[in-house]
């Protein structure tokens, strides 16, 4: 069987950057610890999953419709254009691309939607004959988990696996249910707020009683207690807007078929120097 690879670049630039040393930097000091970093989880990833396609997809300015539809999502995020060139994870995303075309690994940018609605869309458009591998730290993906698709986490040189009796064990409800939850006890990483009152447990109440957060607003009167009732008859709109910007429909144009994710990565024994020379070029070619 087929096993498709699908790298959230972000996340991982990110946890690699502020996870890294920032002492690795090149002779003109050009920082390059997440480029370093990025290539070390990768190898180790492939090296242990043995993948026979991968797709590594960054995230662009270009988000899609959520922004727009709620003013607060990730409003809490920092504000990047006070922070000085060398501080920002973004300015190594140049060298970590190359470094990746050195090393064989296809990656595409996000146009239009968020690289979780990208991935959403390949690991819900592959057929049965494929499995799917995500990752990422971001439990997002874990709605999108089943029989064939799980969510890695990369730690300390081991991969971590997430499947359907990972999310039951640790929320208490399946990962089809998993949107639903989030719907009802919101996300403060996105900044989406819940029902008032509804916290993890009795989120998972619900959805154990009433299968769906569609079948609960719809037999709102059979919730026992009085004041979640109330709650959650005052907050429909809030509950409908939430669905759309936690739910991953899948529903986004693919930027590379699967033909083109074919891959046999050739990672070099020395890393560092691959990070190094990268940095270097992105650097040069940035200041041109």
Not at 190 to 209: F, R, W
Request: proline share 7%; charged share 25%; with cysteine.
């Amino acid at each position: 069987m087929d096993t498709l690879l699908l790298a959230d670049g972000h996340n991982l630039l990110f946890r690699m950057f502020y996870g890294m040393p920032d002492h690795f930097r090149t002779r003109e000091g050009v920082r390059y610890n997440a480029v370093y970093g990025f290539l070390n989880a990768m190898a180790a990833v492939m090296d242990e999953l043995e993948p026979t396609h991968a797709l590594v997809l960054f995230d662009t300015e270009d988000c899609g419709e959520r922004r727009s539809l709620s003013a607060d999502y990730k409003a809490n995020r920092p504000d990047w254009s006070e922070v000085p060139p060398d501080e920002l994870p973004f300015t190594q995303l140049p060298a970590i691309r190359l470094a990746l075309d050195e090393c064989g690994i296809p990656h595409a940018d996000a146009r239009g939607c968020e690289a979780d609605d990208l991935i959403a869309s390949y690991a819900l458009s592959v057929g049965d004959g494929c499995r799917v591998m995500i990752l990422s730290t971001d439990r997002d993906y874990w709605q999108l988990i089943g029989e064939r698709v799980s969510v890695v986490r990369y730690q300390n040189g081991f991969c971590d696996t997430a499947t359907p009796d990972t999310v039951m064990e640790k929320f208490g409800v399946r990962p089809d249910q998993f949107a639903d939850w989030k719907c009802l006890v919101g996300d403060a990483s996105d900044n989406i707020a819940g029902a008032p009152g509804v916290g993890p447990k009795t989120a998972a109440a619900l959805l154990a009683q009433f299968g769906s957060l569609d079948s609960l607003m719809e037999r709102l009167e059979e919730v026992p207690r009085p004041r979640i009732r109330e709650a959650l008859r005052d907050c429909r709109e809030r509950m409908e807007l939430n669905r759309r910007l936690i739910r991953l429909e899948g529903s986004s144009p693919l930027p590379r078929p699967m033909a083109e994710l074919a891959c046999a990565p050739l990672f070099p024994r020395n890393l560092m120097a691959l990070a190094r020379e990268s940095a270097a070029r992105a650097a040069e070619a940035e200041g041109q």
